[in-house]
């Protein structure tokens, strides 16, 4: 692609958005394999919102070494597709390893303790330049680059370096952890001098930017101040904007979706399949340490079995989406949230009517909505959360203002959400107290909180996240 001067206004300029992974998905069968659309996460956000103007993609399709069957697609649906290859040693050391050994435990608050490999941050390291020379590659003269996430903190400095004409944002989809947490990462200087090379690193709330600041201060000396820090360069210094841009969901369409005769009919069977009890509580997630299902699982068992709740009148679904199944941490915590499964079951269960009914595989995003509109309460308890979409679309699905959402203040989502049933995850006996409350809870009441979450998920949506990053991103443009 020819490197071009680009002088259109910055809504009409491509964007280039840089991601671990690709919107695309490689399904091997067996046979000749095949390419599918990938489900959920940082793709269904972004593209409604990136439809209006010319994109490209550039990440990794998650399939380690070589595919059979048909090339990867260079465009899906008018988006430019290009995809960085890692062989097996990469995916293991980098994605595995770095990413999702050491920084995403260090990130959530060491509720897991990170494991630090110094080959893994060289593969970490190896990988990042991969993409920012591809990047360097593609984009033209003056053109927008958008990186997201813990998996690609190298590539804004890397990029700086190699492109010093495109104006580059970064936003950290994960919590950003207090200096004294970030301060046991032995490559913390490389990590902060990386995210210093975009021109605008944003957070999903104003604690990540409060902490990034605190840690340039700490671990770099620089002298950060409101929502900036300047960075020393060759001509000098370079100011570097750092803000708090919460992420939202396309409300419309889970509105939307909710609404259709189908997904009615399914939530009404789905109620009907698990017993037609008067509340029907949820819990959605990733199977991750880090979504606290064990406690709320531990909660809701506790409560049944000391009369909290009427075992005749609950019953509880957990869907899990199996998840970063080679790393030895989540292999434990399947095995921990079975056992316990198992446990309840066979201690409060009757023949044909478990307590909990527990499902590990990822579901369509027709059923996903329909167990929204069939379930009272949505239990959403991590430990630590960047967001939490889930809490979103569950809102975003209760057109009729009915349904409550138990949440973690651990949640990035609690500060659009506080209309929730705010609940600290660590306190089981509170949030029993809680689980009471809400299945004792006047429609009216659930009703005026409804309104007020549904109000903030619309306003405060995906559209919106991705209009003000990019302004806030290209309107420094001279
Ligand atoms: P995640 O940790 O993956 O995201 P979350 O924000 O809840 O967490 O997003 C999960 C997505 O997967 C949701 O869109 C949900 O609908 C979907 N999903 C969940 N269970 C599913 C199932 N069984 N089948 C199909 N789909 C399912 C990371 C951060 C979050 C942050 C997001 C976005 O950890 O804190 O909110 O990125 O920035």
Do not use: C
Request: hydrophobic share 45%.
């Amino acid at each position: 692609m020819a490197i071009t001067q680009d002088s259109t206004p910055p809504e009409d300029r491509h964007l280039i958005v840089v991601a671990n992974r690709l919107p695309l998905e490689y399904v091997s069968d067996g046979g000749g394999g095949t390419w599918r659309r990938a489900p959920g996460g940082l793709v269904s956000a972004l593209e409604p919102a990136l439809a209006g103007r010319p994109a490209t993609w550039i990440g990794w399709s998650g399939h380690a070494g070589d595919t059979t069957g048909p090339a990867l697609p260079n465009d899906l649906d008018g988006l430019r597709i290009v995809g960085i290859p890692l062989n097996p040693d990469q995916a293991e050391l980098f994605y595995e390893g770095f990413a999702n050994g050491a920084l995403w435990p260090l990130y959530h608050d060491v509720v897991v303790t990170p494991a630090f490999h110094r080959p893994e941050f060289v593969a970490y390291r190896d990988v990042n330049a991969l993409f920012a020379a591809k990047v360097a590659e593609l984009a033209p003269v003056g053109g927008t680059i958008w990186i997201h996430d813990y998996q690609l903190q190298l590539v804004p400095s890397m990029l700086r370096d190699l492109r010093p004409d495109l104006t580059i944002g970064f936003f950290l989809h994960i919590p950003f952890p207090p200096v004294e947490l970030f301060a046991q990462l032995p490559w913390r200087r490389q990590l902060l001098e990386g995210l210093l090379g975009a021109d605008l690193v944003g957070f999903q709330t104003k604690l990540g930017a409060h902490n990034f600041l605190a840690a340039t201060r700490r671990i770099l000396g620089l002298d950060p101040g409101g929502d900036r820090v300047d960075v020393p360069d060759e001509e000098g210094r370079r100011s570097v904007r750092v803000g708090a841009f919460p992420i939202g969901i396309d409300a419309e369409s889970f509105s939307r979706l909710a609404d259709e005769p189908a997904v009615r009919a399914r939530a009404e069977q789905i109620r009907a399949e698990m017993g037609g009890f008067r509340l029907l509580f949820l819990g959605v997630d990733r199977l991750d340490y880090t979504k606290g299902i064990d406690v709320r699982l531990r909660a809701f068992s506790e409560a049944l079995a000391e009369g909290i709740l009427d075992a005749s009148e609950v019953t509880m679904l957990q869907v899990a989406i199996p998840s970063r199944e080679n790393v030895d941490q989540y292999q434990h915590i399947r095995d921990d949230i079975e056992l316990l499964v198992g446990r309840i079951n066979g201690d409060l269960g009757r023949v044909g009517d478990p307590a909990i009914h527990y499902l590990h595989q990822s579901v369509s995003r027709e059923e996903l909505v329909a167990m929204y509109v069939a379930a009272d309460v949505l239990l959403v308890t991590p430990l630590k959360d960047g967001m939490n979409l889930v809490a979103k679309e569950y809102v975003a699905a209760r057109t009729d203002d009915t349904g409550a959402v138990v949440l973690s203040e651990f949640t990035g989502a609690v500060e659009q959400l506080r209309e929730a049933f705010v609940v600290n995850p660590y306190d089981i006996e509170g949030l029993k107290r809680t689980l009471a409350m809400v299945a004792g809870a006047a429609p009216e009441e659930l009703a005026r909180r409804m309104q007020v979450l549904r109000a903030n998920v619309f306003e405060d949506d995906v559209d919106r996240w991705v209009r003000t990053f990019l302004a806030t991103l290209e309107g420094s443009l001279p």
